[in-house]
């Protein structure tokens, strides 16, 4: 499955495939892999018996495997620019950050278990599992270290490793956290005019980190 394709299907109608994407993926983000059965997916996803689940996936393994490209392909669209149409991903201005971060941030918005899923599937001790996360998160990181070489930024080669990783946090931390967020802060994070407010927080924070100079005024 191609970036687009994966793209495309999350804008398809809903599916027996994808009612079980969507079950899973909301377990595995709040108990991780080891802590979800799949009799609880298969409940989940309204299906009458595990039977109906395993026409469309061999195991539990292939079901975290199909959440993760699901959920991790249209990211790479995004930063690839293929989600929009062809575009370079270099050089990098301001205004290209800030439509890549927007597309981003909507995402994030409309799948808020994923980040959480990520930041489980790290901890996860199986040798396995840490395979897939590498398979389907190292092409993403690559292409984020790249997209950030070519911004011209002061950062070295030798720092755009951390770069890579505070942007990461600064862009996915606030909704793998959410949770905790509302805690302390008494609020919902994922409010319209929260999510709105953190929006442009990002923008602003990853341009100066970048060193990018003002949006173009339209």
Known sequence: MTAREAAARTREPSSTRDAILDAAERRFAERGFAGVSVRQITADAGLRNQASLYHHFKNKRAIYEAVLARGIAPLVAIVTGEAAGPRPIVPLTREALEATLDQVCDYLAQH???????????????????????RHLRPLYELG???????????????????AAGCYHLIFGYFANHELLAMVTKDDP????????????????????????PARET
């Open 145 to 163: 270290v790249q997209t950030l070489a070519g911004a011209g930024t002061r950062w070295s080669a030798a720092e755009l490793p951390h770069l």
């Open 190 to 213: 994922l409010s319209p005019a929260a999510i709105a407010g953190q929006r442009r927080f990002m923008k602003a924070a990853v341009a100066e980190l970048l060193g990018l100079g």
């Open 112 to 134: 808020p278990h994923l980040p959480r899923l990520i930041e489980r599937a790290g901890l996860d001790d199986s040798r396995y599992l840490k395979g897939a996360v590498t």
